[in-house]
């Protein structure tokens, strides 16, 4: 039986769950995996204690913003005080800049800045059965890390159809954080139907976090915590000038980066410490307009790159699926395809740097008379100085210089295709920098 968390109940599994994921961490603290003796007043789990979960119920209480016509975060105060303009992003209202896009993308490449994702979605698994459930729910193999790590990956449906990429954060024992992107109510309801039946609990966790990204962002960390020994995908729990944090090192923009969790009463002063931390490095906050240029020439995808009919093999995610791990939901409907060979493939696109932005959501023909796939997103890289994009395309154009042309407005235009839609760093060299070799720079 499936049960509706009230708010009581939500906040002990909360506590259960993240015992020090943001509410208890110290100074000098470590990861929660090496504080497993804390209990709120009982040695018996929490899920033996209280048999609760959520439920996908359209009328339950334990969240009401997927029923309210604008979703705020938990930094839109901030942005109303900095005057900065705000536009809709799956139903929420977020910042589309602080400055200008450009000049945010620039600051982030070449120094530091930070950005709020308050508005991805963000659920708490635990109990003695959530490691299986988990390696279940997603394509990658969770046994690739241990308490403390990272790791990325799709969450798919039995026909392989994306349900959300996400990050699951291995926090310690049976907790796990799974972090994902736009699709919430998909996301809830899936895992909460997965849930039913097994020793595991599943709730939405308040996701109030800064991202830090750019070569500068350890130099920043470094006037609160030293964490430079901190390794990529790994997480760390920090007293961050008196904030109790979770810092974990990882991000969207394939620099030198961190996600810094804490708790949504801090919000206003880690804002206030981040900017005044970042300016010393020429930097400071951005908003969500910056992320895209940074996914196009970094090669992270976004919600348009998913296109209907893909799966992670198409999308060029396949380094992601772990077949041999045995079964996940997917799994049989991806090696059917991969036996049988794929129909589409997600590819890089290059227009010359003196024709329009590559749009998204335009028809790629060959010959100027077959349809062979549609663009997803581009845009004109002033650090790359090229004009680049992404598109689906059918398998046997997707070889690297076959050249198509876009249906656009104007005209059709002449693109190519390329080796790869990695354009910036393709070798995730900087993401894997060493930290305290930056800091000597």
């Known amino acids: ?23 208890n961490a110290r100074p000098g603290s470590r990861t929660c995996c090496q504080r497993t003796k804390h209990r709120r007043s009982s040695e018996v789990p929490f899920w033996k204690r209280c048999q609760c979960r959520i439920s996908a119920d359209k009328d339950s209480q334990l969240l009401s913003l997927e029923d309210t016509m604008e979703k705020r975060t938990a930094f839109h105060s901030i ?16 910042a589309s800049h602080i400055t200008s896009s450009n000049e945010e993308y620039m600051m982030i490449r070449n120094s530091v800045g930070f950005a709020e994702y308050d508005f991805q979605s963000c659920f708490g698994v635990c109990g003695p059965e959530s490691f299986q459930f988990i390696q279940e729910l997603i394509v990658n193999d969770l046994g690739k890390i241990t308490p403390g790590g990272t790791i990325y990956s799709s969450i798919l449906d039995d026909k392989a159809s994306l349900i959300d990429d996400v990050i ?12 994902g992107g736009i699709t919430r109510d998909a996301s809830r309801k899936w895992i909460t139907e ?40 790994r997480l760390v729990q920090v007293d961050f000038d008196g904030v109790p944090t979770t810092i974990a090192r990882v991000g969207f923009s394939g620099e030198l980066g961190y996600e810094v969790h804490f ?41 348009a790159d998913f296109y209907a009919g893909g799966s992670p093999l198409e999308y060029g995610l396949g ?24 129909r589409t493939k997600l590819v890089g696109i290059e227009a010359d ?27 004109v890289s002033p650090l790359l100085e090229r004009n680049i994009g992404r598109a689906w395309v059918n398998s046997e154009f997707a070889e690297p210089g076959t050249e198509l042309e876009v249906q656009s407005n104007g005209g059709p235009k002449k693109v190519k295709v390329t080796a790869g839609y990695r354009f910036f760093d393709p070798k995730g060299e900087r993401v894997r920098v060493n930290p305290r070799e930056m800091l000597k720079v």
């Not at 699951?168 to 972090?179: G, L, S, T």
């Not at 002063?269 to 895209?292: I, Q």
């Not at 790629?364 to 549609?374: I, M, P, R, Y």
Request: glycine share 10%; aromatic share 14%.
């Open 319 to 342: 380094w992601s699926v772990a077949f041999d791990k045995g079964f996940f939901h997917g799994r049989d409907e991806m090696l059917r395809r991969k036996q049988a060979g794929l």
């Open 1 to 23: 039986m499936s049960w509706s968390l009230t708010n009581n109940f939500q906040q002990l599994m909360l506590w259960e769950i993240a015992c020090s994921f943001t509410q």
């Open 194 to 233: 997965k849930a039913d039946g097994r020793k595991v609990w599943v709730t939405e966790v308040s996701n109030t976090f800064l991202s830090l990204q750019g070569p500068k962002s350890i130099n920043v960390l470094q006037q609160a915590v030293d964490i430079a020994d901190l390794e990529h995908n």
């Open 79 to 94: 942005y109303e005080k900095l005057g900065a303009p705000m536009i809709d992003f799956g139903g929420w209202k977020v």
């Open 353 to 379: 740097v003196t024709e329009p932005q590559i749009a998204g959501g335009l028809k790629l023909t060959f010959d100027s008379t077959k349809n062979v796939g549609e663009t997803t997103i581009g845009w």
């Open 168 to 179: 699951v954060f291995w926090i310690c024992e049976d907790r796990f954080i799974i972090h």
């Open 263 to 303: 708790g949504p009463e801090y919000v206003h002063g880690m804002w206030e410490k981040f900017t005044a931390y970042c300016a010393n490095y020429g930097g400071g906050p951005a908003g969500l307009m910056a992320a895209f240029p940074i996914a196009v020439d970094k090669g992270f995808l976004f919600g």
